[in-house]
């Protein structure tokens, strides 16, 4: 299944493109086959079309490669702003992607995919192949949306559920196994000495930071990936996932710092809370990346969960709040008050997070080996002063 923004965008292309010829075929052939096979000297479904002259579409005989390249791009749009985040918050609220098997998950996805789409794209294929030339009604209209459904859903349902999302898995996994198993032949092994672990404020421009310096040593960086990484392990949903880390979590959902310690949970404690897994899962990977060193990890109170590891050094960038507020602007085309709004909010969540898992004060200076103005600094002059220190080591 897809990892992140660019696998599901790749997902969305081929599901759309097969799919559109699937419907294409079905409307010309089984839906309206024995109207144009019926036409004067037509031989059979391809040649009525060329006899009638196209396609009847938007009030024009369009020929069929034009009608695919329409709806490709009506059925695209709606699929990546409409169908799949929809279909996932669906899927969500019937069934607990934690405790519910993937293949199962999958399915109501796929079922809510189908009742979202099909209703969609049969409404805007009423508006395209509206008989125009006999003058329009609105209870004509919505007369062929709901005689495009009754005809379309069956059609989608079985066809998606049976073969389109079966075959669209199977390409898709030849396609991004085989390129991350490359990846993973082609890199070349590195052997470096240090762990270095990120807390940053809201829009200091600290995952950046982080990013350069990780891509200045050469070291693995180690930021969204534990999302993917974390689904992965516990059989959740990326989105999921993503979904739980920006929700604040509830009084039971993490028990006191004090409470929790390797162990304490099991694995296998259904009653633990969704939030409690994910942040043992995302301890574990942590701990993994660690025994390899050469990482260089943002947030998840990485810095305490590492605390005691040989070779680590914990660094904290923060900036003035008006800078920050300045660059939230920039970055989200905002206003001041709902940057302001923002950069506390997000600044207070990671607070609670931190203060709760760890018994220690998010952002005091004493929790780290390294405390950074950026907005004084400036990201490059900060890399150097974390080089230097690592070399001081």
Partial sequence: ??????????????TVVITVHGYVFYSLYVVNGSYFSSLEGATGVISGINIQGGVYAFGHYLPIWAVILIEFCLAYTLENLLGS????????????????????????????????????????????????YAGFSIVTLFANWLRLVC???PFAYFSQLFFIQPLVRTIFKAIFVRDKQTEEKTQPAAMPDYIITVGREFCSGGAETAKKLAERLGYKYIDKELIDQTARELGMLPEYVEQKEEKPAGYFDIPPHWLISPGWYSDNNLSMSDHMKIINAQRQIIREYADKSGVVIVGRTADQILRGYPNVLSVFFHADENKRIQRCQELSSCDKNQAKKAVREMDRLRSDYYNTITGKKWGSKSNYDLYLDLGELGSDEAIEQIIEKLRES
């Fill in 151 to 153: 005809f379309n859903f």
């Fill in 85 to 132: 985040p929809c279909s996932f918050r669906l899927a969500c609220k019937v069934f607990n992607p934690a405790e519910t098997h993937h293949m199962m998950f999958e399915t109501a996805i796929i079922c809510a995919t189908v009742g979202i789409m099909c209703p969609a794209m049969s409404f805007l294929a009423a508006w395209m192949y509206y008989p125009y």
């Fill in 1 to 14: 299944m897809p990892q992140n923004q660019f696998q599901r965008m790749m997902f969305a292309l081929i």
